[in-house]
């Protein structure tokens, strides 16, 4: 089902939200080492999808005048911009604590290279593997969350699941309209650029060095432009 991996996010973010609520406590020395482990699992399926592209040299092109339009466009600045005013209101609103879990936990799980991705696998090939791994990084971050935010943590599932559904459910709409072999070249070449990204979340996670990864979203567009030139003219 297409949907498989979103829904397995939402759940792994409620339960941890609820595991996190029970516990209150939890010792910084295993969340360091815990998320040091999950980050070396993400570069592992990092490099198995960079693995999947047929054309190395589009893969390197897109990455390079995505990274360009990225900075150009300072993505991640405006993203942390965004977080940064919404807390800002969050805190002189008066409201809840539940409130705050929410926008803050919400913020941490949307907005990243990762859901985009893998809802695009999702949608495009009904491979869930980068949500799944998404799910446990989120499942695991959602404990830490809860036990000091409270159970507003929970209800962020909400948006995860409406934004990351929409965009699997928007990439099967377009394997519907696009002929197979264009497909299966425009899916290896998202999935090797994809995987690049992924790569660079683990090192993040691993804290080398800190890379700018939603600066790297605009290759996912140049990729797609690149894939219709090739199956247009060759």
Known sequence: MVLTGTIVNGIAIVLGAWIGVKLRRFPADMKDTIMKAIGLAVIVLGVTMAMEGQYFLLVILSLAIGALLGERWNIEGKLNELGQLIERKMSKSGDSKITEGFVAATLLYVVGAMAIIG???SGFRQDHSVLFTKSVMD??????????????????????????????????????WVPQESLDLFISEITAVGGIMIIGIGLNILGIPKI??????PAILITIIGVTVISLWF
């Open 119 to 121: 809802a695009l696998d």
């Open 139 to 176: 499942g695991f971050s959602a404990v830490v969350f809860a036990a000091t935010l409270g159970i507003g943590v929970m209800f962020s599932a909400i948006p995860v699941v409406l934004y990351q559904g929409a965009i699997a459910l928007s990439a099967t709409l377009i394997v519907q």
């Open 212 to 217: 700018r990864i939603a600066n790297l979203l």
